[in-house]
């Protein structure tokens, strides 16, 4: 299906209107420097080599395999890599930094931080996290690659991939410090790459979802020395503005979490940052930090010198459905009304695009501030009465779901099941408060945009967007208490895993979508290896810490169903309860609304490639994206969930893979017709690059795979013309 509104013509005279923003430098390079292809966040490239007319000649031009997958821990690899001088760098399943030749695929050098640290006498604290990319810098023979592994930022010579010592303690800099908070044991890193403004490297975090979550600040530090220079407090401090909207006066002191996990974007000439920010922890109740809760949830706009507040806009209120903003944002200028506006563009989870002007924060299209329902049975509770709705641009997914939304490919029992199950949930709005009675969270908790990002072609100021398209379930119960009396493994066992493991894992233990089912998970893993996880956390599972030993061989016990171990006395911690920290509710986990085959109860699309036209807000045309190899509907194409997001081209083209189906494609950027698709050794749950050496173009995706059910995969693969 294709909605096509716009033509070729129309995207012409734009960009005659618009030709004035591809004079930034960054926009025209054969390089790909920056994270998102430039610190605009557009995923724009000027080359031209590869078009649409010769795009189907595309072959494989290397492959470079990094030979660390884990096909056993679900691996991936997030990365969107950066070409500097030929040099294409990116990080491995297991975070190694590689050096590659761009042109053929070879390793130049790998740095490897999972080592002993800087004394060489103890080992590091490394966290297995996702990486989603790398941070360049240069002064003349000064050239550096900054990234995160684990709680460390790490500074390294660009040129032989050495660790540079002068950069922090020995050539890396703790997360854990200039937090403003004493959080030494809290988990905290960085998943997407900073960004550097003058000698400045500015970056966000990602921390734990639960009420013991590290906050949120943003940091900037000197690129040369390491130092620390300034930061953001996104749970304001007393005397700041946005303290007010905390009804705990000592929210800044308890709260975690509100933090920018997902980029940031720069406007280097205003001198401006735009930084994202999620939701406040624990994300499903909010009794504890109670009003609109600035900054979570809200677009900055920071002098990147200094880190002063220019503006902000909050685009949910008190979020309590886990709807952070999923992406840096993209700067843009458009042509509203005859004028051009330097703009700035935020994707939502929940299918919406606030475009901002770039200096005020202003709405460009107008907002509504529309009344949702405030109604909850969880005790302490209070929901905000209103949440922002913009007129335009156009939602690019459906938001609200009815009886005719179910999947009409169902077998005719099952989609009755599915009907009575749809029955006796809570549906039909974006907004529905959490509670006992389970709720449909529609577009999903990874529904909308998501970390990939759009693409922005400046010369049209059109925007391409994959989303996700897929209904879950929420549900709310009393959180378990520990008994007055004594324990055995056993039940303190199933009592700690649902206090810090049931949200991910779910009350069954079988997992759901990005999370894995821990069914029989003694067959794959020794009893010490699950305790040191659950110390150590890895990749999307947070560190616990602050569990004690005997509460994690308790936490073991029960999932490994050691009925040996369930018997023993558990002895409780003597230590004060934290009522903070103990909140009355939790949630069951994340769990897809699926048939009892385990198909989509929804219709397809189930996930789709959009383009708006940010002009107009008006969406100019919308296809599905991918194809799930397990479902076959005849003449149907369903779309999958997707990860990764997509690259556009001067050439007319919009890149992407992203899907399950383990597929790269290339669109026609004015139509949305499929020109072009090549097979992955692994899904690419990436944003390919693209770039240019010595007169030959280049298309990179990385194929890790691992999510949603795909093998896991260790490769970056460049697509090249024939012959160039």
Not at 313 to 331: G, M, N, R
Not at 490 to 510: E, I, P, S, V
Request: one cysteine or more.
């Amino acid at each position: 299906m294709i909605i096509n509104t716009k033509t070729k013509l129309i995207g012409v005279i734009a960009g005659l209107l618009l030709s004035a923003c591809n004079s930034q430098s960054d926009l025209n390079t054969n390089e790909w420097r920056v994270y998102g292809g430039n610190k605009q966040s557009t995923r724009y490239s000027s080359l031209k080599q590869i078009d649409t007319s010769n795009v189907k000649q595309l072959q494989v031009a290397w492959i470079h395999h990094t030979n660390d997958a884990d096909t056993t821990s679900h691996s991936q690899i997030q990365c969107n890599p950066i070409i500097v001088d030929g040099i294409l760098y990116a990080t491995t399943p297991h975070l190694k930094l590689v050096a590659l030749d761009a042109t053929t695929g070879d390793q130049k050098w790998v740095f490897d931080p999972d080592q002993k640290d800087i004394n060489s006498t103890t080992s590091i604290r490394f966290i297995l996290n996702n990486s989603r990319g790398v941070t360049y810098w240069e002064d003349g023979d000064d050239k550096r690659i900054i990234f995160c592994a684990g709680s460390y930022i790490y500074a390294i010579n660009a040129k032989n991939g050495q660790l540079i010592k002068s950069f922090g303690d020995g050539g890396r800099v703790d997360m854990h410090d200039h937090l403003d908070r004493v959080m030494k044991e809290a988990y905290i890193t960085a998943t997407t790459p900073g960004i550097i403004y003058k000698d400045l490297y500015i970056v966000g975090s990602r921390v734990n979802e639960t009420s013991d979550a590290a906050p949120g600040h943003i940091r900037a530090y000197d690129v040369r020395t390491g130092q620390f220079k300034w930061i953001f407090h996104t749970i304001p401090h007393p005397g700041e503005k946005g303290y007010e909207t905390w009804e705990d006066p000592n929210a800044w002191k308890r709260i975690g979490a509100a933090n920018s996990w997902s980029g940031l974007s720069l406007d280097e000439k205003r001198g401006l940052l735009f930084a994202p920010t999620g939701s406040a922890a624990f994300d499903f109740y909010g009794g504890k930090r109670k009003g609109t809760g600035l900054y979570a949830n809200s677009l900055l706009a920071l002098d990147a010198g200094t880190g002063k507040l220019v503006w902000h806009y909050q685009v949910i209120h008190h979020d309590v459905w886990d709807k952070d903003l999923p992406t840096a944002p993209s700067l843009v200028t458009i042509n509203k009304d005859g004028k051009k506006i330097d703009a700035v563009a935020q994707p939502t989870k929940h299918g919406f695009v606030f475009v901002l002007d770039r200096e005020t924060g202003k709405p460009l299209f107008p907002v509504d501030e529309k009344l949702v329902d405030t109604h909850t049975e969880l005790v302490g509770e209070k929901l905000w009465p209103t949440q922002p709705i913009p007129r335009l641009p156009e939602p690019f997914v459906r938001q609200t779901l009815s009886d005719k939304d179910i999947n009409p490919y169902l077998p005719v029992q099952s989609r009755a099941d599915v009907l009575a199950q749809l029955h006796g949930y809570r549906y039909g709005s974006m907004f529905i408060p959490p509670g006992k009675q389970p709720s449909v969270i529609f577009p999903g908790f990874d529904g909308g945009a998501e970390w990939g990002g759009p693409a922005v072609d400046p010369t049209t100021g059109w925007m391409y967007i994959n989303a996700n398209e897929m209904a879950w379930i929420l549900t709310m119960i009393n959180a378990p208490k520990q008994p007055a009396g004594t324990e055995d493994f056993g039940q303190a066992g199933q009592r700690l895993f649902a206090q810090n493991c049931m949200g991910c894992h779910g009350q069954d233990r079988k997992g759901s979508g990005n999370y894995p089912s821990l069914i029989n998970i003694e067959k794959k893993y020794h009893d010490q290896d699950i305790l040191n996880l659950i110390a150590t956390g890895r990749r999307m599972m947070p560190s616990f810490k602050q569990l004690s030993l005997q509460e994690r061989q308790a936490i073991v016990s029960f999932i490994t169903n050691n009925t040996a171990n369930k018997s023993k006395k558990f002895t409780p911690v003597n230590a004060p309860v934290d009522s903070f920290l103990n909140l009355p509710y939790q949630m069951t986990g994340y769990k897809k609304f699926l048939s009892k085959e385990g198909l989509p109860a929804i219709a397809p699309p189930w996930g789709t490639l959009n383009a708006i036209n940010l002009n107009t807000g008006k969406i100019a045309w919308k296809v599905p994206l991918g194809q799930d190899p397990a479902i076959k509907i005849k003449d149907v194409v369903t779309g999958t969930e997707n990860y990764g997001g997509p690259a556009v081209t001067a050439g007319g083209l919009v890149f992407i893979a992203a899907t399950k189906d383990s597929k790269i494609r290339a669109f026609d950027k004015q139509t949305g017709k499929l020109l072009w698709e090549a097979t992955l050794p692994a899904s690419g749950f990436a944003t390919p690059s693209v770039y240019e050496v010595n007169g030959k173009q280049y298309v990179v995706i990385a194929c890790g795979g691992g999510k949603l059910g795909t093998k896991s995969g260790d490769a970056y693969v460049a697509f090249a013309l024939p012959g160039k």
